[in-house]
């Protein structure tokens, strides 16, 4: 499977972290502006050592200061790439071509409390072109929690953040069979906590929930979607010195960012000389494979590298059904003429 499964595969390669959590203020504090200064701190997270996927990442957010007064969205950069091994940049200085090229696999973007308007106005310059970088095989996370403003449109087919009236959640659940629940940092946990474990939700099309609000029912959190040849989360949530339990909440988070940065195809070392669709991305029996030339073979992967199916074909089209994998993301190498390329999907 070439690059892509070498980028699959070490996610299993890293090391088990363990924290040392050093708070000066209580989870069940409420996360307000009064409060941030009390939750700037440090989790003391120890830094990754196993080598992270190839390509650049990014860690975006309002020159304006860290979302809450808290470090720890760095702390979790750090743990799943390693010191130095991504980058910190801001909506109001970047160089917007350099970090949306295609030398960069994975983006982060909070803007999160006091740097959400900041966001909406980031996010409104440059939402094509943003859409676009996705589409072409790049990883993005959207998040806020909000402290100022009234939601936000946050694009990918009318996807908007909430803010404002019943949108706070303390009790969350997250989905068990999504890859950031089981590593590769550990211990993780589905049920979580907080003063506002989010500050916002999130209303979208096609997405798949991951986190679940649990206190204003159907809230959504945090969701996923493939778009186009990338993927897109969107969350409301605030920075994980707010969850709890804390190290299980700051494990997941780490999670969650080598999770999106292994699912980037950007870097993927992959080539085609015929075009090929999947219809549906997101479903729950079978999926539909059609191409320009006759398909010699389709494999199917899942997060970790692992093969899940292969099938002969001979046919300019195959119906392959997926009724029988468990749910989560896959990747799907169709070959055509000594030729492979991958697509990515998800079962629901």
């Known amino acids: 499977m070439k690059k892509i499964t070498f980028k699959l595969l070490m996610s299993a390669l890293f090391v088990v972290a363990s924290y040392q959590v050093n708070a000066q203020c209580s989870t069940s504090s409420e996360p307000t502006d009064e409060c941030s200064d009390v939750f700037a701190i440090s989790l003391n997270l120890p ?170 029912a159907g809230d959504v959190v945090l969701a996923e979607r493939p778009w186009g040849e990338g993927f897109i989360m969107v969350g409301g949530m605030t920075t994980v010195n707010f969850h709890g339990p804390l190290a299980e909440a700051a494990n997941f988070r780490a999670n969650l960012f080598v999770y999106m940065d292994e699912n980037s195809l950007l870097s993927a070392d992959e080539f085609t000389t015929s075009n090929f669709s999947i219809y549906p991305s997101v479903a729950d029996a079978t999926i539909q494979i059609s191409a320009e030339n006759s398909i010699d073979e389709i494999a199917m992967y899942n997060v970790i590298g692992q093969e899940v199916l292969r099938q002969n074909v001979g046919t300019v089209q195959s119906t392959i059904n997926i009724s029988s994998l468990t749910k989560g993301v896959y990747f799907v190498e169709v070959s055509i003429n000594g030729s492979t390329a991958v697509k990515r999907i998800i079962k629901k």
């Not at 801001?90 to 030398?103: G, I, P, R």
């Not at 069979?177 to 474990?197: D, E, F, K, L, V």
């Open 47 to 216: 830094e990754n050592t196993a080598a992270a996927a190839p390509g650049d990442k990014y860690y975006l957010r309002s020159n304006v200061g860290e979302p809450w007064g808290s470090a720890t969205n760095g702390e979790a950069m750090d743990l799943a790439f390693g010191a130095g091994g991504w980058t910190l940049d801001t909506f109001e200085a970047l160089d917007f071509a350099t970090v949306f090229s295609d030398d960069t696999v994975f983006i982060f973007i909070d803007g999160s409390d006091s740097g959400a308007d900041e966001l909406e106005t980031f996010l409104t310059a440059n939402m094509t072109a943003i859409e676009e970088w996705v589409f072409d095989g790049g990883s993005l996370i959207i998040n806020s929690a909000p402290n100022e403003g009234d939601g936000m449109d946050f694009g990918f087919g009318g996807t908007v953040l909430n803010y404002g009236g019943p949108t706070f959640n303390s009790n969350v659940e997250a989905d068990a069979a999504h890859p950031a629940i089981a590593g590769p940092n550990t211990p993780t946990a589905t049920a979580m906590t907080g003063s506002s474990y989010s500050h916002a939700t999130i209303t979208a099309t096609d997405f798949t929930t991951i986190v679940e609000g649990l206190d204003q």
